[in-house]
């Protein structure tokens, strides 16, 4: 079993449309699909939005836009890294903070120690779907981006935060195969990530700031659009069987399931679970590679970004992230998994388990 099972429309339902797009020859600069998506995404979102070719490029023109150059962005290192890498594009600096071990979402007390005077922004992040709390992170009038790459799909709020970015990567429940959205009701903003998504020219092809190519492909749009006509029953399948596959995963001695915070309906881009070395008998290493031998590929995911050669710093310290990311495996969940699947990973890792003691 793979960690993903890339999810699209069957190629008939969109074959003659991708026809006739190829023969047109119209096929990327803001053609008809990616206007219609756009549309489509803005009904969804009940906010104006902007769809660009990934999520990591929506990021960029967000950060670029909301002008971060030389200054600070409090990031989670709980987190992938895609989001202190675009910081850094955006020409800004990352700074860590820690997460709270009950959501894996940023700390909202210990993102206050981090304000200084080259604070731009916070760029808060929904790990695997779960809703990051913003009321607790805003502080002092710093905007609050949100890098929502994986909860498409999440409930209860749709938007949230100054701006937010969502991604549609093939990994992710929603796919356009390539592709992300930033959505924000803040028109200056979203007009100047437009300008950067197209190489920072205005409406006479004049450049007054150096952006980059980040339009989406028509065939990208066509396949978000396919996918929205079907994506309310895909959330409901996913979410419900997500539900299930944990109280499968509960009572596993060592095993210690994530569930989402009250009130929310998490998409779970993948259903993490923490591993007690001590109490399972034995590491977290141990068990991913022992369910590949089984067939069952899971994830160790998300590991610490303060810690990859890249932004590592001796002098920074986040006991819960690195605690958090020593134990975690983010164990499969797809669009239509079923119970048989779900039941055959639990009981694998019980059987795992329960091998340790012999
Ligand atoms: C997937 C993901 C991204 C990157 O999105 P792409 O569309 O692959 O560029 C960024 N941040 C987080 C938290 C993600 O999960």
Request: one cysteine or more.
């Amino acid at each position: 079993m793979k960690i993903v099972r890339p999810d699209h429309p069957p190629f008939s339902s969109f074959a003659r449309e991708l026809r006739d797009m190829i023969r047109s020859g119209n096929v990327t600069n803001n053609g008809k699909y990616v206007q219609e998506f756009e549309k489509a995404l803005e009904w969804h979102f009940d906010a104006p939005v902007a769809v660009f070719n990934n999520g990591q490029s929506a990021l960029m023109a967000m950060l670029d836009a909301a002008d971060v150059r030389g200054r600070e962005v409090i990031v989670p290192s709980f987190t992938f890294c895609a989001t202190p890498h675009a910081v850094m594009w955006a020409g800004g600096m990352p700074v860590f903070a820690d997460i709270e071990s009950e959501t894996l979402c940023m700390n909202g007390v210990a993102i206050r120690s981090l304000f200084t005077k080259k604070t731009a922004a916070i760029l808060a992040v929904d790990p695997y779907g779960i809703q990051c709390d913003v009321s607790a992170l805003e502080t002092n009038g710093v905007s609050v981006f949100i890098d929502s790459a994986p909860s498409f799909g999440s409930s209860p709020n749709k938007t949230r935060g100054d701006a937010q970015v969502f991604s549609f990567h093939a990994t992710k429940p929603f796919s356009t195969m390539e592709g992300g959205v930033l959505v924000t009701k803040d028109l200056d903003l979203l007009e100047r990530a437009k300008q950067i998504r197209n190489f920072g020219q205005d409406a006479n092809g004049e450049c007054n700031m150096a952006g980059f190519n980040g339009k989406m492909m028509e065939v990208s749009a066509l396949i978000g659009l396919h996918q929205l006509r079907t994506w309310n029953d895909r959330v409901l399948h996913r979410k419900s069987h997500a539900a299930d596959f944990a109280v499968m995963l509960m009572g596993i001695p060592g095993v210690t399931v994530v569930t989402a915070p009250s009130r929310q309906a998490p998409i779970w881009l993948y259903r993490p679970i923490l591993i007690d070395e001590e109490e399972f008998g034995m590491s977290r290493d141990m068990v991913v590679e022992e369910l590949a031998k089984r067939g069952i590929y899971a994830r160790v995911y998300y590991r610490p970004c303060h810690m990859m050669p890249c932004y590592r710093n001796e002098n920074i310290r986040l006991p819960v992230t690195e605690r958090i990311s020593s134990r975690v495996i983010a164990l499969p969940v797809y669009n239509d998994f079923s119970q048989s699947e779900m039941k055959h990973i639990a009981d694998t890792i019980c059987m795992i388990q329960c091998e340790t003691k012999k």
